[in-house]
């Protein structure tokens, strides 16, 4: 199966105490970049969820927020902590003697303060194999979005595919019979220039230049990364490094083959080639 480095997942699960919350999301990178956001009470976890995410994630900016809710009082009345109460106050008395211009804590301020209620924290024992369960579950999801989006982008890119196999089709038996009427235009060009050139002189000339602009092996270098890329698709996997390679490469024989155009009408299709790959190989920097 062929996934997008881009994808999205979110859960939240109730705990003693509270609820978890876990959210995945990523974006295009070159390699596994991780970026985690966990609050201070499960900081502990964040091994084991780099652990976790390193086998099921080979590419990407991956981001991962993971948060606990306290849960409400249930009817208990709330208590403010009496001792960080004074603490702050004897803070915010001794900062504003310092710092005569600093405004004063709101009352907003003081009820956010981390512990102003008392220890809201959660029970660790409990929390961490309940995190790392919704984690693998959050996973799970993250790991099909990714594949929903892959499948889509290699819909494009087959697409893309056919589209030039039809312009190889398209230009291969046709070769033959310009490069004879360039050989004949060539070798009277010459003979209008030079009066009178001996045969086989002439014969060999035109023969190395035709060679030259040959196509047929561009044809069938272009044909053999076509089947190549659509092999590594159907492979599926962590494909995205060998796809933009094979990009590089039919792009390459795509350059090499405008150069050698014969006719107006072979320039023209060498420039659709070089679009279709270009389209491709947008939807190939997607890819894991």
């Known amino acids: 199966m062929i996934y997008s480095m881009t994808g999205y997942a979110g859960a939240t699960r109730t705990v003693k105490g509270g609820a978890l919350q876990i959210e995945l999301k990523s974006v295009n990178s070159r390699y596994l970049d991780y970026h985690f956001r966990v609050c201070d009470e499960l900081r502990i976890v964040e091994p084991a969820l780099r652990e ?27 208590s403010l902590n009496a001792d960080l109460l004074e603490q702050l106050e004897s803070f915010d008395d001794e900062i504003r003697k310092k710092l005569p211009l600093a405004a004063p804590l709101a009352v907003n301020d003081v009820l956010r303060w981390p512990g102003i209620f008392g220890d809201d924290s959660p029970d660790i024992e409990t929390v961490l194999p309940a995190c790392l369960a919704l984690a693998s579950e959050v996973l799970d999801e993250f790991a099909a979005s990714r594949a929903r989006e892959g499948e889509k982008l290699a819909s494009v890119i087959l697409e893309r595919l056919a589209r030039m196999r039809e312009l190889v089709c398209e230009i291969e038996p046709r070769v033959p019979a310009a490069l004879t009427a360039f050989n004949d235009k060539l070798r009277q060009r010459l003979l209008d220039a030079l009066g009178t050139v001996d045969d086989e002189r002439l014969r060999q000339e035109v023969a190395i230049f035709a060679a030259r602009i040959d196509v047929a092996e561009e044809l069938a270098r272009l044909s053999t990364h076509l089947d190549e890329v659509e092999r590594v698709l159907e492979t599926g996997g962590a494909s995205g490094k060998r796809l933009d390679f094979l990009m590089q490469e039919l792009n390459r024989e795509a350059n090499t083959l405008g150069s050698k155009s014969l006719v107006a009408e072979f320039s ?21």
């Open 52 to 78: 976790l995410f390193g086998e099921r994630v080979s590419r990407g900016k991956l981001e991962c927020r993971v948060s606990f809710v306290p849960a409400a009082g249930g009817g208990k009345r709330a």
């Open 268 to 288: 023209r299709l060498a420039i659709e080639f070089k679009l279709l790959i270009e389209q491709m190989r947008e939807q190939v920097q997607n890819l894991e």
